[in-house]
């Protein structure tokens, strides 16, 4: 057993704090009255998400375990707001969002806190080959397609069964030919509060007919809290020895490539922004970070293991991000715009959040020598991802 692997499984073993650095547990909300207070956070209304979309009804679930709690809705099986104390006990809204329903459908970001499938991320020219057969698919970002097509898994209403206050398993069925994709497909994802302030995300799925499928989540985070200023002072680590660079529609190359000697080097904690302006072409094509990074493993090891920690500057919320998945997206907010409302009344500014996407990596229907995406029927996709939280 090698020291890595000893690493991840202590980490994924406690899902506790402390596999990257001297992190304090999450401290309990309120409990230093001599800082200076920020607002604290509250979650949103549970009336505003009640409505009826596509002939069913939508619902926001409460989470909570003693410092954290969260906000998750059954439109896109959607994190809505995930509320976890500073490093002075004020309770802080990570995750962006909008605070009704209506504004998710109507609002021009789509993604904010949403599953993203059948296929997250791209598909090159949308189109791919399955055992002999082209499936097309809707082409919704340039040339090619992005996170399930034009009404993806973020798009759709699930069925929402809250099993207690800290658990929430939506279902969904995506029929056989649902935006191009073969195969009744049945997807369900379990949200959990764990006791070790983390929000735990088990995906499962089976199909009748060959598919491929990714599955992820699309939160926007900000460490200091939505809507409070840049990302590009959090520090990053990924626990990422090699990249898949893209082309300049931000579809892989096919190439794994070192991250040694490039921007691209996380593997200590780094200010995120403290090499976005370098004269780098892969930094163009992204407009900055938008590329999946491969998780370091040794081979065979699917475990849940740590592919990144980062941490707000202003807040000190540190986040860890534990997976069983091959890749994680790094994008950091460049296509933010600030046109959308958060539920705070802030505005979502340019690079004012990021995206850590668990995930196989992109184009994997078209990339043969990446980890297969495919799923037969008679077999079961599982797949889990942890964003734990502590301060320091
Ligand atoms: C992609 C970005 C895209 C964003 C949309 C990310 O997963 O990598 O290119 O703009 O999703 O929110």
Known sequence: ???????????????????????????????????????????????????????????LYILRNKNVSAAITNYGARVVSLIVPDSKGVPTDVALGYDSIGKYLHQPETYFGAIVGRYGNRIAKGEFKLNGKTYTLAKNNGPNSLHGGKKGFGDVLWTGRQLDDHTVELSYLSKDGEEGYPGNLKVKVTYTLTDSNALKISYEATTDKATVLNLTNHTYFNLNGQGNGTINNHTLRLNAGQYTPVDSTLIPTGKIEAVANTPFDFRTPTA??????????????????????????????????????????????????????????????????????????????????????????PDSPNQPSFPSTELKPGQTYHTTTVYQFSTK
């Open 272 to 361: 995120i922004g403290s090499r976005i302006d370098q004269d780098n072409i892969q930094l163009k094509y992204g407009k900055g970070y938008d590329h999946n990074f491969v998780v370091n493993r040794t081979a065979g090891d699917h475990g849940l293991t740590l592919a990144a920690t980062v941490q707000g500057d202003q807040s000190g919320i540190v986040m860890n991000v534990l997976t069983e998945e091959p890749g994680i997206q790094f994008y950091g907010g460049n296509f933010m715009t600030g046109s959308n409302p958060l539920k705070n009344g802030k505005k979502d500014d340019y690079r004012g959040a990021f995206c850590l996407e668990t995930q196989h990596y």
């Open 1 to 59: 057993m090698n020291k890595r692997f000893l690493f991840s499984l202590a980490c994924a073993a406690s899902l506790l704090a402390s596999c990257g650095g001297n992190e304090k547990p999450a401290a309990t909300a309120g409990t230093d009255s001599t800082a200076t207070k920020a607002p604290a956070a509250t979650l949103p209304d549970t009336a505003a998400f009640k409505d009826v979309v596509d002939g069913q009804s939508t619902a």
